[in-house]
């Protein structure tokens, strides 16, 4: 079992930046993907950056250039560097993990493990 917990979340204007932490616990040693996926008001959660043991990544559209997905894994952590906060950026962002070789084509009910997410909000 792999334990994850979100943090950094909270409120910044448009054009703002955000860090998102989420520590890992448990059997990390079985984790070869990590991801952060959103829950936006009116859409169904989406991944919108990937990373797999080989710190390959992968963004979604939206938000190419804009955030950076990196990890620790001395300390089993993961981090979504977020630039150039958008309001519809503004949603409950999550950590997730998983042993699968196929990382950035793994949605929501297919990761193992899931954490329980932190508030991002971005106003105009």
């Known amino acids: 079992q792999v334990q994850l917990q979100e943090s950094g979340g909270g409120s910044v204007q448009s054009g703002g930046s955000l860090r998102l932490s989420c520590q890992a616990s448990?059997?990390?040693?079985?984790?070869?993907?990590m991801a952060w996926f959103r829950q936006v008001a009116g859409k169904e959660r989406e991944g919108v950056a990937y990373i797999d043991d080989d710190d390959s990544t992968y963004y979604e559209d939206s938000v190419k250039g804009r955030f950076t997905i990196s990890q620790d894994n001395a300390l089993n952590m993961l981090y979504l560097q977020m630039n150039s906060l958008k309001p519809e950026d503004t949603g409950m962002y999550y950590c997730v993990a998983d042993g699968t070789d196929f990382c950035s084509y793994y949605k929501w009910d297919q990761f193992d493990y899931r954490g329980q997410g932190t508030q991002v909000t971005v106003s105009s």
């Open positions: 448990g059997d990390t040693v079985s984790v070869t993907c």
